[in-house]
Structure formats: C-alpha cells, structure tokens
C-alpha cells in the first residue's frame, strides 16, 4: 500500500494563479482532510470530507475548494493564488468512525509570489 | 472556539534523560488526544493516543497522561535517543462528533544531543 500521496510536491504560483492539489489515499477510508502547516501555528484543518460527494469547512476554508468526486481521491482548489496562502499543505485520511487515526500524506510546498 | 496550547516551543535534552511535553484544551467535550512527531520534509506520524475514558497510557519508552478536570494532558519520553529528534503536536478532537476533526497544538521541537 501507498497510503496517503500528495501532487505535487512543489509548486510555485503568481498571485492570481490557480492550481489543484491532487491527494489519494488506497485504504478504502471514508474520511479525507486537507490541512495547511505555518510556521509557529501547528497544522489548521482547510475542509474535510465525510465520504465520496460529501465536503464540509474546518478552521481556515476562505479562499479553497474541494471535491470528492471519487472515494480515494479529495481534491484542493485554490482559484486565485494569494502570497497569504503560501504553506505547507497537508492531506489525511481515516477509517470511518470515531475509531482510528489519521494518516498524513507527505506534504506539498506551496508558494506564492 | 476550540483551542490548544502546547509548551515548551523548543526542548533539548542530553541523550537518556526525559522529555516531556504539555498541552492544554479550552473545550470540555473533546474526547480525543493524539500526540504526532514530524520529521524533516515529511507528514506527520501518529505515535500514541488516549482518549477521555482512560487517564494513562504507555507504549514503550512513551506515555501520555490526561486529567480530564484541569483540561491538560502531557506526553512524556524516557531514555531519550538522537532519532527522537522531530518535531511533536499534540491535537484535540473538536467535540464529541466521529469524524475525528483536530485542533492542533503549534508544536514542540525536540532535540536530543548524543
């Protein structure tokens, strides 16, 4: 198994760029969520999703989308790049639940100019 | 809204000795703390957990402590090795729901010197 995997790995945008991050997992888990990692303020939830159709907000939503169109894959949109959005972007997923941990991919390192 | 303070931000010890790690939580219906240790250039890793029906729990040279009144609970290593190095968050649930949503804590930077 693969686990969790994150693309890309690197990106760098100009404000007012748009991109997807593009995370899949392989353990047949329901649960999936995006997270963004600064400096100094630990790992902030951006949206999460409870199954394939389904997304919800977490902490910091404003300016990102998402879709789960398929159950192994939760997709990060973000429509007009802003330099605040540079970070560290993080995707886990679960078995659905209250039992279980989650499970990080390994990052992707976004930033924005 | 839910918040969770972790302290120390930086920690360094001399191989052997004890780390230990707090954090505190402000809402009273979480029920799930998991600790996370990240390593350079990767996610970050579960290393132990403990929910609100226990109030200890040890896995090798790693324990963690919960005190459900007082809304705090504590990661402690024993014999500290080089390869602990990383950096820990500690995180708790948000609410009573299954869907498991965290909120982290900013981390603490572990350093162990040989």
């Known amino acids: 198994n693969a686990g969790v995997t994150q693309t890309p790995k690197f990106r760098v945008l100009k404000t007012g760029q748009s991109m997807t991050l593009l995370c899949a997992q392989d353990m047949n888990h329901e649960y999936m969520y995006w997270y963004r990692q600064d400096p100094g303020m630990g790992l902030r939830l951006i949206h999460y999703s409870v199954g394939e159709g389904t997304t919800a907000k977490g902490e910091v939503p404003d300016g990102y989308n998402v879709s789960r169109l398929k159950k192994q894959n939760f997709l990060l949109g973000l429509e007009s790049a802003a330099p605040s959005q540079t970070s560290v972007y993080f995707c886990?997923?679960?078995?659905?639940?209250?039992?279980?941990?989650?499970?990080f991919g390994p990052g992707t390192r976004l930033t924005v100019t | 809204g839910e918040n969770v303070e972790q302290h120390p931000s930086t920690l360094s010890v001399q191989e052997g000795d004890s780390a230990v790690i707090k954090c505190t939580y402000s809402?009273?219906?979480?029920?799930?703390f998991p600790w996370y240790k990240q390593e350079l250039g990767k996610g970050p890793q579960l290393i132990i957990d403990?929910?609100?029906?226990?109030g200890e729990k040890k896995d090798q040279r790693i324990a963690v402590t919960l005190n459900k009144t007082a809304k705090h609970f504590s990661l402690h290593i024993t014999e500290t090795q080089p390869e602990d190095s990383a950096v820990y968050f500690c995180a708790a649930s948000m609410g009573t729901g299954g869907y498991n949503k965290l909120i982290f804590g900013a981390g603490t930077r572990l350093a162990v010197h040989p």
């Open positions: 809402d009273s219906a979480s029920n799930y």
């Open positions: 403990i929910r609100s029906n226990v």
């Open positions: 886990a997923s679960k078995e659905g639940g209250s039992r279980g941990e989650q499970y």
